[in-house]
C-alpha cells in the first residue's frame, strides 16, 4: 500500500462547479498535512495546510479525518486558473510524503 | 527576493557522464532536500541534509551523490550508475527546528534527459 494515496483523475469539470479531492495516508502518526498545487512542467507550490479543525481560505476548505486517515480539498465556483494538479503531502517528523496528485482541469 | 534556485533549467547527459544539478536557497533554510519526479508518480526523495557537512539517503539515493559544504546550497551529482536518469528533479529547503506544520519551499526544477 502506497503512503500516500490519491484519485489520479483527471476531473474534468465546468467553471463554476464545485469539486472534492480525497487523500488516504497510511501512517497514523502523521503530524502535519498539506495540499500543493503543481502546473504543468512547474515546481508545486504550497496551497494550504491542513489543520485538524478543518479550514478554509477563500474558495478552498481542506479537511482532516486523523480516525479514518484521509484528507480531502474542496474547491467552489472552479475558475479556470484552478486547472493543475493538486498533490496531497503528509509529513511525519521532517520527512514530507507526496501523493502523485489529482489532475483537474477546469473548462468554459 | 528570498527563494530557491536551481540550475541548470534543462541538463542533457551523456552515456557514463557525472552531471551535477545546482540548488541555492537565500531563505536560511535549515534544511535541504532532493527529490526526483517522474510522470504519473509523486516525488520520491533522493537525499537530504538537515545541517552542514551532514547528510542523509532518501528512498531512492543509489547512483546519486550530494554535499552540503554551505547552508546556502546542496548541490546534486547524477552519477553514471544512475541508469534512469531521465526526471524532472526538485530542490526543497525547510527551517529545522520548527513548527511541526512547516511546509517545504521548491526551486523550479531541472529537468534532466539522456542523449
Known amino acids: 500500500r502506497k503512503e500516500v494515496e490519491q484519485d489520479p483523475g483527471p476531473f474534468n469539470v465546468p467553471e463554476g462547479a464545485t469539486v472534492a479531492f480525497n487523500c488516504t495516508y497510511s501512517?497514523?502518526?502523521?503530524?502535519?498535512f498539506f495540499w500543493y498545487r503543481q502546473d504543468c512542467r512547474k515546481e508545486p507550490k504550497l496551497l494550504m495546510s491542513?489543520?485538524?479543525s478543518g479550514n478554509e481560505d477563500g474558495r478552498f476548505t481542506a479537511q482532516l479525518n486523523r480516525a479514518s486517515q484521509y484528507i480531502s480539498l474542496l474547491i467552489r465556483d472552479s475558475k479556470l486558473s484552478d486547472s493543475a494538479t493538486y498533490l496531497c503531502?503528509?509529513?511525519?517528523?521532517?520527512?514530507?510524503?507526496f501523493g502523485a496528485g489529482t489532475r483537474l482541469t477546469v473548462k468554459p | 527576493d528570498g527563494g530557491i534556485t536551481q540550475s541548470p533549467k534543462y541538463l542533457f547527459r551523456k552515456e557514463g557522464q557525472n552531471v551535477t544539478l545546482s540548488c541555492e536557497q537565500n531563505?536560511?533554510?535549515?534544511?535541504m532536500y532532493w527529490y526526483r519526479q517522474d510522470p504519473g508518480q509523486g516525488l520520491r526523495l533522493i537525499y537530504y541534509?538537515?545541517?552542514?557537512?551532514?547528510?542523509q539517503k532518501g528512498d531512492i539515493a543509489e547512483g546519486y551523490s550530494v554535499s552540503r559544504e554551505k547552508k546556502e546550497s546542496f548541490p546534486l551529482t547524477v552519477t553514471s550508475a544512475q541508469k534512469n536518469p531521465t526526471a524532472f528533479y526538485l530542490c526543497?529547503?525547510?527551517?529545522?527546528?520548527?513548527?511541526?506544520?512547516?511546509?517545504?519551499?521548491f526551486g523550479d526544477g531541472t529537468r534532466l534527459s539522456i542523449l
Open positions: 501512517n497514523s502518526a502523521s503530524q502535519s
Open positions: 491542513v489543520y485538524s
Open positions: 541534509s538537515q545541517i552542514v557537512n551532514d547528510f
Open positions: 531563505l536560511n533554510h535549515d534544511a
Open positions: 526543497a529547503s525547510t527551517h529545522i527546528p520548527g513548527p511541526s506544520n512547516q511546509p517545504q519551499h
Open positions: 503531502v503528509v509529513k511525519d517528523n521532517n520527512d514530507m510524503r
